[in-house]
């Protein structure tokens, strides 16, 4: 256990570790899978024995979360922006296509704020956005804000973790990875007991949501 725990810190000593962060941090915002949330976490375990800054940790996530909201942005107005024609033909898609973008221009801010700590929802909600156009200048403004919370949350959760075992660095990673888990966990929780309420209520406008599903399940 202690050589697993040398060997990590080994890795967390180069100067190439904030680059890491800023990469892993862009694409978790396209792909998913990608564990930004873990390497802030594991880099700011570190960041308590001196190894790491814990400013610069931040900084790196805020700047990579940022820069991969912008890409699925664009993707998604280089993408769904190009099909808006096919879309309006129909009365039902016409419909459809102004809900969402009404929608978000009365809470686009609050819906990207939110869908940040969700992995997978953050990627629909920023294409979408860009889809329907949203404005570039609100979207960076709200998107800034976003990406400085989510990362500055989940380092100070590995700083915690390692501040609180300081002797022993794995069980500070592990307390750290548990606690961002347990959150998820709670988000993932609370957004399904939403969506259910939201279900029930039977919303009038169920049929123009039905031809943009992935945006009124999220937004």
Known sequence: ??????????????????????????????????????????????????????????????????????????????????????IRRRPRGRAAFDWATTTLAERGGQALLTSRWVPGVRTATTITMGGVGYPLRSFSLFDAAGAALWATSWSLMGYLGGAAFGTDPLKGLLFGLGLAAALMLLSGAVRHVRRRIIAARKPVNADQRSELPELSERV
Do not use: C, K
Request: hydrophobic share 60%.
């Open 1 to 86: 256990m202690t050589d697993a725990a040398d060997l990590i810190q080994q890795v967390m000593a180069s100067p190439w570790v904030y680059l890491a962060l800023f990469a892993l941090a862009a694409l978790d915002s396209v792909l998913p899978v990608i564990p930004g949330e873990a390497a802030l976490v594991t880099a700011a375990v570190f960041a308590t024995s001196g190894d790491l800054n814990l400013l610069v940790i931040v900084l790196a996530g805020t700047a990579g979360a940022f820069a991969g909201d912008h890409l699925t942005y664009l993707i998604g107005r280089n993408s769904i922006g190009r099909l808006q024609a096919r």
